[in-house]
C-alpha cells in the first residue's frame, strides 16, 4: 500500500507565480486544531509523543508539557492497546478505534491514521453514539445508493443523493456542486429547508475554492468544518524541529480565516465537504451546508462517501450510454466512408466529401481536416495559415492529452482573438508530433447569461490598524447577480471529445488498409507483404495481453503489466499506420513549390521536438541556410524525421548534439547537412537505409516503424533532389540533403 501523499508535493511542484494570496496559503502547515476535539501525534515506531494539542488535558488528562518523556503507553495504557490491535504499515484512509472519551456529556470519536512517520490520534465528538442511529443510517445509504444506480436519469440521481445526504445530516441545505473547465463551479442538484436561500443554477468563481484545496480534495475525500469560529486551538510540538507538523490528512485541521469569513457572509456556522471523483480527476463535491455550528459524526462521513460513490459510478453509466450512442452513429459514417473509398479509390477525392458530416457530427460551425499539406474545409472557418498556426501552438503546448479543446482559444492564443467569430471553441485531434493529419472542429461564440452567486471579484486585501499582518476578505455578498458575455463557445461534451478520439483511430486505420490494396500503388505494392506482417506483430502482441489478463482472472498486478504492454503494442501500431499514412501524403499527393528558406522549416522541426530535445538534454544548432526552390511543410517533415532520428538513435554514453546547415554539393543544387554524434549508422547498411521498413537495430531496443528514412527519401526525390548517406562519416551519422536552388537565383544568373 502506498504511503498517503502531502500536499507539500502540490507546492513543490507548482510555479509559485502562477499562485495567487488565497493559492499560496499552506493551509496543512496550520499548526492548528478546530475548536471542536483534540490531537496527540506521536512518533510512528516508538509511539513517544511528539505533539499535542494544548487542550489534550481536557481529554487525556495529561498537560502537553508533562508528555515531554512519555509514550502512549505511559500516558494511556487502553488507548496504546487499542492502537496495536491496527494492522501495520501505512493507512490511505481514517480508521475509527473502539476508545470513547466523554466529556461535558458528550462522546467523543478516535480517529487515527498514519502520516510523514507520525502516527496521529483526534478526538472528535459524535452526537449520535447510538448503534440503533448508526444502524439505521446504513440502511439509509444502502437503500439510497441502489437508487442512485437504478435511477432514471442522472438528474434524478442528483437529486436523490442530496435529499439522502440532507436527512443524514440533518443540514439545513446541501448541494452537488460541479467544477467547469476554468475550475469556477455550478450548483447542479439542491435540497434544503425552506428558511435558507437556494444556490441552485447559481456560479461560483475559481477562487472560492482555491488550487491547494481543490489538490487536498483529491487526497482526502471529506472536510468538516463544526465552527466559523476564528478560536483555532494551537499544536505544541515537543520533540521536533523544522516547524509545525504536515496536518494534510488531519480531520480536525483548522479553517482558513479566509474561508471561515467566506462561510459568515453565507449566514453559515457549520459545513461538510465531500469530494467526488470521476476517472480519478476532481468532478466536484457534494456540500452540506448549516445555521448552526455543529459537526457531523465520523460515522456519516464514510456513508456520504459511499453515497458519493455511488453517484459518480451512474454518472460513468450517463457518460458511456451517450458514448455509445454516439459511437453507433459514428458506425454508420465511417462505414460510408469506407464504401466510398472502395469505389474510388482516392483519399483525398472521399476527405472532401466526408467533411461536412464531420463537421455536422460534432455539432461544430466549421471543420478542417488536415491530410499532408492540404487542408479540406467545411462551414465557417478561420484562413488556412492560422489553422496551421494553431495547429503547430497546440502540439507545443505539451499536453498530456492526446487532444487540445477549449472554449475561449483567443485566451490561450491571442492570435486567435481576431478570428473570434470562427475559431472562438476549438478541439484540435491529434496533437502530436509526427501525425500526418489533424482533425479541427470550430465553434463561433455564443451569447450566455451566467448568474452568479454575488459578483465575482478578487478577495479584498486589507491591512487592519490593530494588526500589520495584511488579512484577506471575501466578497460581502452572494445574491443572485446574472452577467451576459458572448466570448465563449458551446462547450465541447465528453461524448464528443471520445467521438473525435474514434473519428481518428477509425480513419488512420480505414485509409491504411486502402492504401495496402491499392494496386497502382507501385511504391507500396513493393513492401505490402513486409508492411502487413509488421502490423499482424502489434496485433499479435495486444492480443495477447487480453488472454494473459483472461488467464490471470483480471487480477490487478496482471492487469497492470498486461495493460502497459498493450499500451506499448498500441502504439507501434499507431506508428506504422501514421507512417504509412505519410509515406502516401508524399508521395501521392500534389505539391505546390517555391523559394522557401529551409532554415524556418528547420526551426519549426526544432521546436515540435522541444520535449525530446529537453528530455535528452540534446544540444541542437542550426544554422543559417540558402534559399531553395521546395515546399515548406514538406521540409519540415523532412527535418523532423531526421532531426528525430538523431535524438532517438543517440549514443548513451555522450550527450546528445545535433546540427542541421549549409555544406559544399552539386552544381545547380543547395545542400544542406544533417548530423549527430549518436551511434551511427553500418557502412555495410548504407544501401538499405532508405528501404521502407528496414530497421538497422533490434525494435525491442529502439522503437520505429522502418518508414522514417524512406519518407524522408520521397519528400527530397518530390523536390528533384537527392539525398545521401556519408560513409566516411565517424562519431555519428551524417546525411547530405541537395536541394534546387530558387527560381530568383536562376534568372539573375
Known amino acids: 500500500m502506498n504511503a498517503p501523499k502531502s500536499l507539500s508535493e502540490f507546492f513543490t511542484r507548482t510555479d509559485r507565480t502562477t499562485l495567487d494570496n488565497c493559492d499560496s496559503e499552506q493551509i496543512h502547515f496550520s499548526g492548528m486544531i478546530q475548536n471542536i476535539g483534540a490531537l496527540i501525534a506521536l512518533d510512528q515506531d516508538s509511539y513517544r509523543v511528539v505533539a499535542a494539542s494544548e487542550n489534550i488535558s481536557d481529554f487525556l488528562g495529561v498537560a502537553p508539557e508533562a508528555m515531554m518523556s512519555m509514550t502512549l503507553a505511559d500516558l494511556d495504557p487502553e488507548l496504546h492497546r487499542e492502537l496495536a490491535l491496527l494492522s501495520n504499515g501505512p493507512q490511505l484512509l481514517h480508521e475509527v478505534l473502539d476508545y470513547i472519551v466523554t466529556r461535558e456529556g458528550v462522546s467523543f470519536d478516535t480517529v487515527t491514521h498514519c502520516h510523514a512517520g507520525l502516527r496521529i490520534i483526534e478526538f472528535l465528538p459524535n452526537n449520535m453514539p447510538s448503534p440503533r442511529v448508526s444502524r439505521t443510517n446504513m440502511r439509509l445509504v444502502g437503500k439510497t445508493s441502489a437508487q442512485i444506480l437504478h435511477s432514471d436519469s442522472f438528474e434524478d440521481a442528483m437529486q436523490i443523493a442530496v435529499d439522502a445526504v440532507r436527512s443524514l445530516t440533518g443540514f439545513a441545505r446541501v448541494k452537488i456542486y460541479r467544477f467547469l473547465p476554468d475550475w469556477s463551479g455550478e450548483t447542479i442538484a439542491e435540497s434544503r429547508v425552506p428558511e435558507v436561500d437556494s444556490y441552485l443554477g447559481l456560479h461560483f468563481p475559481a477562487g472560492d475554492i482555491p488550487k491547494q484545496v481543490r489538490e487536498i480534495m483529491t487526497m482526502v475525500p471529506y472536510r468538516a468544518i463544526g465552527s466559523v469560529f476564528d478560536d483555532a486551538i494551537p499544536i505544541r510540538v515537543l520533540h521536533r ?305 487480453l488472454s494473459f489478463m483472461h488467464e490471470d482472472g483480471f487480477e490487478p498486478e496482471a492487469v497492470r503489466e498486461n495493460h502497459a504492454m498493450a499500451k506499448i503494442y498500441a502504439a507501434r501500431l499507431t506508428d506504422l499506420t501514421s507512417g504509412l499514412l505519410e509515406l502516401e501524403m508524399v508521395t501521392g499527393q500534389k505539391h505546390s513549390f517555391t523559394d522557401v528558406d529551409p532554415t524556418r522549416a528547420a526551426r519549426d522541426a526544432r521546436d515540435l521536438l522541444g520535449v525530446q530535445i529537453e528530455e535528452a538534454e540534446a544540444d541542437f544548432e542550426i544554422a543559417q541556410m540558402p534559399l531553395v526552390r521546395g515546399n515548406l511543410h514538406l521540409l519540415m517533415r523532412l527535418f523532423l524525421n531526421l532531426g528525430s532520428n538523431a535524438l532517438k538513435y543517440r549514443d548513451p554514453d555522450r550527450a546528445p548534439r545535433v546540427r542541421i546547415g549549409p555544406t559544399e554539393g552539386p552544381a545547380g543544387f543547395q545542400s544542406v547537412e544533417v548530423c549527430d554524434n549518436g551511434i551511427g549508422i553500418p557502412e555495410e547498411y548504407a544501401k538499405r537505409v532508405f528501404q521502407a521498413m528496414q530497421r538497422l537495430h533490434p525494435q525491442s531496443k529502439i522503437e520505429g516503424s522502418g518508414l522514417g528514412l524512406s519518407i524522408c527519401e520521397r519528400i527530397v526525390q518530390q523536390h528533384g533532389g537527392k539525398i545521401s548517406l556519408d560513409t566516411a562519416y565517424s562519431g555519428g551519422a551524417r546525411f547530405v540533403v541537395s536541394l534546387p536552388n530558387p527560381v530568383r537565383a536562376e534568372h539573375a544568373a
Open 241 to 545: 524541529t523544522g516547524g509545525p507538523i504536515d496536518l494534510t490528512w488531519a480531520v480536525s485541521r483548522s479553517v482558513s480565516r479566509m474561508h471561515t469569513a467566506y462561510l459568515r457572509n453565507m449566514g453559515l456556522q457549520a459545513s461538510f465537504g465531500c469530494s467526488l471523483m470521476h476517472r480519478g480527476a476532481l468532478w466536484g463535491l457534494i456540500a452540506a451546508h448549516h445555521t448552526e455550528p455543529g459537526i457531523v459524526p465520523f460515522d456519516s462521513w464514510s456513508l456520504i462517501h459511499e453515497i458519493g460513490t455511488a453517484l459518480m459510478l451512474r454518472h460513468d453509466q450517463h457518460e458511456r450510454t451517450k458514448i455509445a450512442d454516439k459511437i453507433t452513429e459514428l458506425r454508420r459514417i465511417e462505414n460510408a466512408f469506407a464504401a466510398a473509398l472502395r469505389n474510388s479509390g482516392e483519399v483525398e477525392d472521399v476527405v472532401a466529401t466526408l467533411v461536412p458530416v464531420l463537421q455536422e457530427f460534432l455539432d461544430a460551425d466549421g471543420f478542417a481536416f488536415q491530410y499532408g499539406s492540404n487542408l479540406h474545409f467545411s462551414g465557417r472557418t478561420p484562413p488556412p495559415d492560422i489553422i496551421r498556426e494553431m495547429i503547430q501552438w497546440a502540439i507545443k503546448q505539451r499536453e498530456t492529452s492526446d487532444q487540445f479543446q477549449t472554449t475561449a482559444f483567443h485566451r490561450d492564443f491571442p492570435p486567435a482573438r481576431d478570428h473570434m467569430d470562427t475559431a472562438c471553441g476549438v478541439l484540435i485531434q491529434p496533437i502530436a508530433t509526427h501525425r500526418v493529419c489533424q482533425l479541427i472542429w470550430f465553434r463561433g461564440p455564443i451569447t450566455q447569461k451566467v448568474a452568479w452567486a454575488g459578483k465575482p471579484r478578487k478577495a479584498a486585501v486589507i491591512v487592519p490598524d490593530a494588526d500589520p499582518v495584511a488579512q484577506l476578505l471575501p466578497r460581502q455578498s452572494f445574491a443572485r447577480w446574472e452577467e451576459e458575455h458572448c466570448e465563449e463557445s458551446k462547450p465541447w461534451m465528453p461524448d464528443e471529445l471520445e467521438s473525435a478520439r474514434e473519428i481518428f483511430k477509425e480513419f488512420l486505420d480505414i485509409v491504411t488498409a486502402q492504401l495496402l490494396l491499392k494496386d497502382e500503388n507501385a511504391t507500396l505494392k513493393k513492401f505490402a507483404a513486409t508492411a502487413a506482417h509488421d502490423l499482424r506483430a502489434p496485433l499479435r502482441g495486444i492480443s495477447n495481453a
